[in-house]
């Protein structure tokens, strides 16, 4: 009776036009017939398919009218067997098909991938570049496209790839940058969460984008853009020519608790541990919101939760404690079900936590900050908001969607549970604006983006190019621009320009780096002091860098043995490789081009040196492989076997991936007896990722 009453009010609320209750009010009733084991009937089938929600038909007990939607709705996405897209999941893949440029806001639950997976296998178009915000991201993706694509496409998620006849290019807008004169034509640009182009959302990161969309924007026949909780969209230049679509169509429902209105500060530790052992068999993502209450958080469930019988998190721990640092923070709490999840650690770390999380006796619960709603598209059933903050600043209302949007995934979880141990931000309205920043120079000509650009803005990049032709000579700066030369933005460019000319005695010494690591000093504090930002005293990022040079011959524990000189930690090692593989070659590049114009004399070349931070000082492919899920230790178990020698100058990770497949995973397994049990677990992950076996 329970059942037919609600599929009663179900329709009431259609035949109000009221589709998003009367879906929400289904969604529920799913999950209670779920979890009763109770079968759909013939009305709940039709209700279904009355909600759009095709892909939850159950055709075993649907009337033919609704077991026909089923199947007229099946589609090719790149599966062993054809998918039934939901309605609107439908409606934009058609819309796709027929040449639009789209700009799409969608609930995290949509399933906007289906729909992208679904343009590729029907309309086979030679190039799409997919630009997605992290590399974590970037690998999530090419492990997703990989299995289904790669027989028929190069995948190429790294710098400097040589090009086939069809390409399906997959990483974030600073990689995308390297390739702007090297794509000639694309068929379909993707930027996922294009919101990350307004200045108001990304402060460092947006002006890449923006060239990356005006750039490449050119070179593409259609433009699809995907944003979550976006309502509306003012008009702009790098969304002029798309319909935007706000889609408030949800797979599943979110059942939020405000738990901070029965929590005092006393309390609220003991409610944390209720709440996770209410549902310690279920996953639940702990959104800590800074690095300091991540350490609360950690040392909460150090001191609350027993130790877990998991085979799989107890070798977890050790080879931690072997690779890492056994009195680590991750080490211990991963024995007790949870996972630490950040921008910082090691790119194939979280890779590992990730899909610890998604398996069986693996991780239950996983602390972090906005790094897992930007970095990985995991399911949970349960989010605790633990505080309303990111970073420094409290959350907005537009994040906070975001977070608690992780809650629930289609297929596999109707509800999601939010619990706010914090006051939510108070909802508003979002609307997205993509403009130049203000109080930067943009990266434009300012003729031909005149209608765009403010007068200042005009005044301000003109001034700037007078500048570099008086340094560099008008034909030498035009060139360097056309070609895309710089990492930094304008403003760093022109002072370490001018610098080198008012100061140029200070500059001598850049070929040391070139030598060794005993005569880096001089030349890298030169560097570093040009720009902020190190996250340590310059001293300290120095030895760091120098000690770091010994990557490929030390362990990570012997490595921080030194660093303990400086008081470094784990935590920081992993934000300072971080800033010299990324930021300090950056730097460094820039600083190259320059010198060797201004000191053009001198005959100096630091690429070597350049190449070597940008790889951590490992060499390029080990480097390359975290990406794909392959930790540093195990490619160094496999060079030292003599399976392959990764020091090879000839290798690019497209050939290695090729010899590991030629190779097979057993014949890595037998050849490699350093090989501990949870080595030969995340080896059996790294296969997974390159091969083309492709699943549903």
Request: glycine share 4%.
């Amino acid at each position: 009776m329970y059942i037919f009453n609600q599929c009663k009010e179900i329709n009431n609320h259609l035949d109000l036009n009221n589709e998003d209750k009367a879906r929400n009010q289904l969604i529920l009733l799913l999950d209670y017939m779920k979890s009763n084991s109770v079968e759909y009937s013939p009305i709940v089938n039709h209700l279904i398919r009355l909600t759009g929600l095709y892909p939850y038909i159950n055709t075993d007990n649907a009337i033919l009218e609704d077991r026909l939607i089923y199947d007229i709705f099946k589609v090719d996405t790149g599966s062993e067997e054809p998918l039934t897209l939901h309605r609107e999941q439908s409606s934009l893949l058609k819309k796709l098909l027929d040449g639009k440029n789209l700009a799409i806001s969608a609930p995290t639950s949509f399933g906007k991938s289906f729909v992208i997976d679904s343009f590729i296998s029907i309309k086979k178009p030679s190039n799409i570049l997919i630009i997605v915000p992290t590399i974590a991201l970037t690998d999530e993706v090419r492990r997703r496209i990989y299995k289904k694509f790669s027989h028929e496409y190069k995948i190429i998620t790294t710098a400097d790839v040589e090009l086939s006849d069809k390409n399906i290019f997959i990483f974030p807008q600073e990689r995308a940058i390297g390739y702007i004169d090297v794509i000639k034509s694309l068929d379909l640009l993707v930027i996922d969460e294009f919101y990350k182009a307004s200045f108001d959302f990304d402060k460092e990161r947006s002006s890449t984008l923006q060239k990356v969309i005006l750039k490449l924007g050119k070179k593409a026949s259609q433009k699809y853009y995907l944003a979550p909780n976006i309502e509306k969209l003012n008009s702009n230049l790098f969304t002029e020519d798309m319909e935007f679509i706000p889609l408030t169509f949800n797979t599943v429902y979110l059942s939020r608790h405000d738990t901070y209105k029965d929590i005092t500060p006393s309390s609220k530790n003991t409610k944390l541990i209720e709440i996770l052992n209410q549902h310690k068999e279920k996953k639940t993502l702990i959104y800590a919101g800074t690095y300091t209450e991540i350490n609360t958080v950690s040392e909460l469930i150090k001191n609350s939760i027993p130790k877990s019988d998991s085979k799989k998190l107890k070798l977890f721990s050790k080879w931690l404690a072997t690779n890492y640092e056994k009195d680590w923070d991750l080490t211990k709490v991963v024995r007790r079900g949870m996972g630490i999840h950040n921008g910082r650690l090691h790119r194939s770390l979280s890779q590992i936590q990730v899909k610890l999380f998604e398996d069986e006796g693996g991780l239950n619960n996983i602390v972090s900050t906005s790094s897992i709603i930007e970095g990985v598209n995991t399911s949970a059933q349960n989010v605790i908001v633990w505080k309303n903050k990111n970073g420094a600043s409290r959350l907005n209302s537009f994040t906070y969607k975001n977070i608690i949007g992780r809650s629930g995934r289609m297929f596999k979880h109707f509800v999601g549970h939010v619990y706010l141990f914090d006051k939510p931000p108070v909802e508003d309205e979002t609307q997205l604006t993509i403009e130049f920043p203000e109080n930067s120079i943009p990266d434009v000509d300012e003729e031909e983006y005149k209608n765009d650009l403010t007068k200042e803005q005009i005044s301000k990049i003109i001034e700037h190019k007078e500048n570099m032709y008086n340094i560099l000579g008008k034909e030498i700066y035009d060139k360097l621009i056309k070609e895309n030369a710089f990492q930094s933005n304008r403003e760093l460019i022109e002072k370490i320009a001018l610098n080198m000319v008012e100061v140029p005695h200070s500059w001598n010494g850049l070929s040391y780096l070139n030598s060794s690591p005993k005569n880096w000093e001089n030349p890298l504090y030169k560097a570093i002091t040009i720009q902020a930002g190190w996250d340590t005293k310059h001293a300290n990022f120095v030895y760091f860098t120098q000690i770091l040079s010994l990557n490929w011959t030390k362990t990570i524990p012997e490595l921080l043995l030194y660093l303990s000189k400086k008081s470094i930690s784990i935590d920081l090692f992993f934000q300072l490789e971080r800033n010299v593989t990324f930021k300090l070659a950056a730097l460094l590049s820039d600083i190259n081009i320059l010198q060797k114009i201004i000191f053009r004399d001198k005959h100096i070349d630091i690429s070597p040196f350049i190449s070597k931070i940008s790889h951590a000082f490992l060499p390029s492919v080990v480097y390359q492989l975290e990406e794909y899920g392959l930790p540093r230790m195990l490619s160094k178990k496999i060079h030292l076997a003599g399976v392959i020698n990764f020091e090879a100058e000839e290798l690019n990770i497209h050939s290695i991936i090729n010899e590991f497949n030629e190779f097979g995973m057993e014949y890595i397994k037998e050849k490699v007896s350093t090989f501990d049990e949870f080595d030969l677990y995340i080896l059996d992950y790294f296969y997974d990722g390159i091969s083309n076996n492709v699943q549903a």
